[in-house]
Structures are given as structure tokens and as C-alpha cells.
């Protein structure tokens, strides 16, 4: 009974010919599972508005390039760091998996908490 409910919400498992045509190349696999960092940053811009303009009015906006510059670096040091990590863990690896293996477990444990914080900031924000 169990075995069906879960066939009827999640689906039936793949066999292993049908997981070879599920996984992702580094071309995809980057723009599609970095949405979460991508999300992240997309309010940077004017998070930092609201906090600067208080403070130098006008010439806020100069200071906006540079946090431009910040942000895109930001961006290809995440694109360098995910490309690392597909090619360390080909198989799948996400922030605890990878945390727990390199770090330990109370480190591996912060990276979920701390992605499940984001996960629910972002939705609800």
C-alpha cells in the first residue's frame, strides 16, 4: 500500500539506462542548479540602495558600480566553486554531502540549516 502511494506521488524509480539520460553536463547543470545563488543576489542591488542612501544620498550611486563589480565577481568565483564541485562529486553532491566529506559533521549541519534559512527567505521574501 505504502510502495504505491509513494509510486502515485513521486513516480516509479528509474533504472540505471534511464538515469545515464537524467544527469547534467557542466554547460547545464550550472545555469539551471545555481538559481538558488542567483536568487541570492538578485535584491543586492537594492538592498544596498536602501542602506546607502540614508547615509551619502546621491552619491550612492556611484558606489553602485563598484558593488556591481562585486557581485559579477561573486558570481564567477560561485560558477568556479560549482564547476569544482560537479567534477569532485560527478554522482551528485550537494552542500551537506559535500561540507560532511571535507569538513565535518557540525559544518555539514550549519550548510543545510543555512540553505534551509535561504530557501525559506527567498520564498517568502
Do not use: H
Amino acid at each position: 500500500m505504502l510502495a504505491r502511494l509513494k509510486n502515485f506521488i513521486i513516480g516509479k524509480a528509474l533504472s540505471n539506462e534511464q538515469l545515464s539520460g537524467e544527469k547534467f553536463s557542466i554547460f547545464w547543470g550550472l545555469p539551471i542548479l545555481s538559481s538558488d545563488a542567483m536568487s541570492s543576489v538578485a535584491y543586492a542591488g537594492e538592498a544596498i540602495l536602501l542602506v546607502l542612501m540614508p547615509v551619502v544620498g546621491m552619491k550612492s550611486y556611484k558606489y553602485m558600480f563598484f558593488a556591481a563589480l562585486l557581485i559579477v565577481l561573486l558570481l564567477f568565483i560561485l560558477v568556479f566553486s560549482y564547476s569544482q564541485t560537479i567534477d569532485a562529486y560527478p554522482k551528485g553532491g550537494g552542500s551537506y554531502i559535500v561540507a560532511k566529506d571535507n569538513l565535518g559533521e557540525i559544518p555539514s549541519l550549519t550548510a543545510a540549516a543555512a540553505l534551509s534559512i535561504d530557501y525559506i527567505l527567498t520564498v517568502a521574501g
